[in-house]
């Protein structure tokens, strides 16, 4: 029996193995024989495992080509040679959405970069291979005009590799023109809407300049015509029906004076300049002469009017603006709850957060749940006061909110139980020495 290995390189692939059933010396020229028929085996087996690879490799190849097929993305590989050129290993087989149509066959990637970069964007391309010849990644956003003539914005990443001494660079071409097409517009957008919020406010400050100027002029002759029909109604030997004419010039001219005067604020604070005096003074004392002075005209429309000071407060606020938040919050008070009904106005201090609460709440018709965000916005009036025919400007509820909020203060408006509006706002209280 002799027995002789196949051999490929140092693997043992098998072993031939001949048997005979007599002795027989062994013949050199018979070994080198089966030795040869051996090494023929070798081949042929390894012959039929690279075919299997081949195969293999193939169909694996084929297998990625449909990936990368299904994506927009073109896909490359290429060898950076010493020279800085470079040599293509891979690209994807169909480069239509990036370069507009399909690759020329043997088409360098390099090369058409190099040659369909947008003029302006050579520096961007230029930085982009230096990084890459220096062995770090990079990437860059160019324009590269495609084989169709159309410029698109393409997104190229690369990142470098080494095998054995050679340089190769992994990368993926994305087209990226959507995107930077819709980047651009969103910024002629922006660009065009604070132009259209500058020309807003430009046409509101002269909106609040016209305010104020025909307020002003408004002013003097209000101011006569006021101050005439008082003296008509002291003069003495005036009829009772002239007396009567006169108390309507008074009241109208009142209520225009009034409305006058909450435009000029409004147009103070559009330009910012509402302006308070903020001093320490007694807040149960002027609660007190805001509830009394409204007295007489809750009573006349069959009102009650309680005040629940609680303990003395001192405040720090402007006299005059606070009487006039008083004033319109009692006043809205009066004017919107039904005859039989009550306000009741309450104050408090909040221990350690520096500040006093009052509240202003009455029984009256109510404010729909929906519409207290609007409840301080020029010129709104509530659907049930709309509703019932209850006269009003709007104003007051605004310059009301302009001036708590130019002592640092909140003011809020909420439902009452069971019915009507409660108004709470906040004041800074005065530091005690």
């Excluded at 299904?70 to 290993?89: A, C, F, I, Q």
Aim: charged residues 25%.
């Amino acid at each position: 029996m002799i027995g002789l290995p196949v051999l490929s390189g140092g693997t043992v692939l098998g072993v031939l193995v001949f048997a005979t059933e007599r002795l027989v010396q062994v013949d050199p020229d018979v070994v080198a024989m089966l030795d040869g028929v051996c090494a023929h085996i070798a081949r042929h087996i390894e012959r039929l495992r690279a075919d299997d690879l081949s195969t293999a490799l193939a169909a694996a190849r084929r297998d990625f080509d449909r990936v990368i097929a299904g994506v927009n993305d073109y896909v490359w590989t290429v060898e950076m040679l010493p020279d800085e050129s470079v040599r293509s290993v891979y690209a994807s087989p169909d480069g239509g959405g990036v370069f507009g149509s399909p690759m020329p066959a043997g088409t360098d990637l390099a090369m058409v970069l190099a040659e369909r970069v947008h003029p302006e964007d050579r520096d961007e391309f230029g930085g982009f291979h230096a990084a890459i010849a220096a062995d770090r990644p990079a990437e860059m956003e160019v324009r590269v005009i495609g084989f169709d003539g159309v410029t698109r914005w393409v997104w190229t990443r690369a990142v470098p590799r080494r095998e054995h001494g050679r340089l190769f660079l992994d990368g993926m071409s994305t087209n990226v023109t959507e995107r930077r097409l819709l980047a651009e517009h969103r910024e002629e957008l922006l660009a065009e809407q604070r132009q259209q919020v500058a020309r807003l406010r430009e046409l509101d400050r002269m909106k609040d300049d016209l305010v104020a100027l025909v307020s002003h002029e408004l002013r003097n002759p209000i101011g006569t015509i006021l101050g005439y029909a008082e003296i008509i109604g002291d003069e003495p030997g005036v009829t009772d029906e002239v007396r009567r004419y006169g108390e309507v010039i008074r009241r109208h001219s009142s209520h225009m004076q009034q409305l006058v005067d909450d435009l000029l604020d409004l147009a103070r604070l559009g330009s910012a300049s509402l302006a308070v005096d903020p001093r320490p003074l007694s807040l149960t004392r002027a609660l007190r002469e805001a509830v009394e002075d409204h007295r007489p005209a809750a009573e006349g429309r069959d009102l009650t009017i309680r005040l629940e000071p609680g303990a003395n407060l001192t405040v720090r606020a402007d006299p005059a603006r606070l009487r006039q938040v008083l004033d319109n919050l009692l006043s809205n008070a009066v004017k919107y709850t039904p005859a039989g009904g009550t306000v009741t106005v309450t104050a408090s201090g909040a221990d350690g957060s520096g500040t006093a609460s009052i509240s202003v709440s009455d029984t009256g018709i109510g404010i729909p749940a929906e519409q207290y965000q609007q409840l301080f916005t020029r010129f709104f009036r509530a659907s049930t006061a709309l509703a019932q025919g209850i006269k009003g400007t709007g104003l007051g509820l605004a310059v009301t909110k302009a001036i708590v909020d130019a002592h640092h203060g909140t003011i809020t408006a909420t439902p009452a139980e069971p019915t009507g509006t409660t108004f709470t706002f906040t004041l800074p209280t005065a530091v005690r020495p």
